[in-house]
């Protein structure tokens, strides 16, 4: 004998609700894409596409970074500038034919150092972390000029060194592994190990947290600290796929980082930072822009849309970011 269950309207209603509210953006953005696939001109290309995920690399690499440091419930303001004097570093080194590895290891560190920075002034010194990273910008603004006199570094730089962005590897470019490789260990982390567990634990209530015996202190350092090591690859990829080292390079991705957080927030985890969120909306951000330039749109035009996007995502998250940028 079988039973044959019937849902309610009210069940249903709550299933398709949930089913919105989890993959709704996602499936907005996918039908964004194949808007784009049928109208944009050459938008499907193979070559185009290549181009869409490698420059969609440099932003989720960076987005993921401030994922990290946004999931133990603090901003990093400052991703945009650390990158842009790593990056400098880099160059400066590459220039003065240093080996390319001790560029791309002194890249990390000043990323590393910055955000260890980040992650003292936020748990020793108290100082909420909005005005941190602030500081800490503004600093790295300072140096990147300061080691550049205002011009950039551009030259015809090793290919040890170009390669590690411009090469392939097994028939796929480096900077598609790059981002599938940060990708991977941020998930890893935040979802497979103690360490991630305790990240979100401090995140989502950092006083039961600590109460615990989670030592809250200590994961918001780790995650400002992940957040300065993701500017410094971004960084290197930067650097090396340009052949050059500006101290202002990676000044626009800051709000395009800060968007494909809070957007990837609204799917998949709603109102959590999460890392298949913010790829999945870099993605789609850098979609967007491509088909806008594609069907000829101005270029303000992907500003005023960009807006827009932030502006939905925080008063969808509000909460979330009112917490990180002001609580101490």
Known sequence: MSVTTVQSPQNRRAILSEIVGHYGTA??????????????????????????????????????GFTLAF???ELDLSIAEMASLAAVV???????????????AAALAVGAALGAINGYGVTRLRVPSLIMTLGTAAVAKGLAFMITQG?????????????????????????????AGVSLFAYGLVKWTRTGAHMVATGEADEAARLAGIATARMKRIGMLLSGVCAGITAVLLAANLSSAAPNMAGDYLLYAIAAVLLGMTMFEPGKPNI????????????????????????????????????????????????????V
């Open 276 to 327: 298949g969120g913010t790829l999945f909306a870099a993605i789609v951000l850098k979609v967007l822009g491509n088909g806008l330039v594609l069907m000829g749109a101005p270029y303000y035009v992907q500003d005023i849309v960009l807006g827009i996007i932030i502006i939905g995502s925080v008063a969808f998250s509000a909460s979330a970011m009112k917490k990180a940028a002001f609580k």
């Open 90 to 104: 880099a160059g400066w080194l590459v220039q003065s034919q240093y080996p390319p590895l001790a560029a791309v």
């Open 151 to 179: 011009v950039a570094f551009v030259g015809r730089w090793p290919v040890g060194f170009t390669g590690l962005a411009r090469g392939t590897t097994f028939g796929l470019p480096n900077l598609v592994l790059w981002l």
């Open 27 to 64: 499936i907005a953005g996918l039908v964004l894409i194949a808007f784009f696939v049928t109208f944009a001109p050459n938008f499907a290309t193979p070559v185009n596409i290549v181009n869409v995920i490698k420059d969609t690399s440099f932003l989720a690499i960076l987005a993921i």
């Open 71 to 73: 999931t133990v419930a």
